[in-house]
């Protein structure tokens, strides 16, 4: 087993996905043919993701709930993500979601580039409809949908109440108060 750099959060495993699959080790996701174990996120990470939290459960469609921190296989793929938050159908799945959820939120955290860049590009393959960025240390959201096999911003909110949107869907969300 190896780690990436020193210091850094979040350590890299590599091995199969058979071998991903039976050590059943959580939190982790499996990605670029390594298990990949990160921190417990902080507790402003852990305040942000349940304020954001309560709004989306308050204003899923029917048939549809929040889950936070559960990882997404889909179907087909040898991946594992696990999004902060993600908006899918109602399922009997225990281990994680196969099917596409309607949404996945990710708070940004230390290694920026993999909520801005590595996810975006897997969630996009992926066929998610709908992504937001929760970024703290630029205290804003930012709003993005599927078009095309991309993602292409729909919203940037710096503060205020605003209306966060996936698909029909409106989350009125106070920005200032998510990201206190």
Do not use: C
């Not at 174990?37 to 469609?61: E, M, N, Y």
């Amino acid at each position: 087993m190896e780690s990436i750099r020193r210091g850094d959060v979040m350590q890299r495993f590599p091995m199969t996905w058979e071998e991903y699959l039976a050590a059943d080790v959580v939190p982790s996701e499996y990605y670029g043919g390594a298990l990949v174990v990160a921190a417990q996120p902080s507790q402003r990470h852990q305040d942000i993701q349940f304020r954001l939290h309560v709004p989306v459960a308050q204003h899923v469609a029917p048939g549809t709930k929040v889950t936070g921190g559960w990882g997404w296989i889909p179907t087909g793929v040898r991946e594992d993500l696990g999004p902060d938050l993600m908006v899918h159908d109602i399922t009997d799945e225990q281990r994680a979601l196969s099917g596409v959820p309607h949404l996945v939120v990710e708070i940004v955290s230390s290694r920026r580039a993999n909520d801005y860049r590595a996810k975006a590009e897997r969630y996009a393959a992926w066929g998610a409809p709908s992504y937001w960025i929760v970024d703290p240390r630029e205290h804003e959201v930012i709003t993005l949908r599927l078009a095309d096999g991309a993602f292409v911003e729909t919203g940037r909110f710096s503060g205020g109440e605003a209306i966060l949107r996936y698909g029909a869907v409106e989350v009125p969300v106070d920005i200032d108060a998510l990201l206190a």
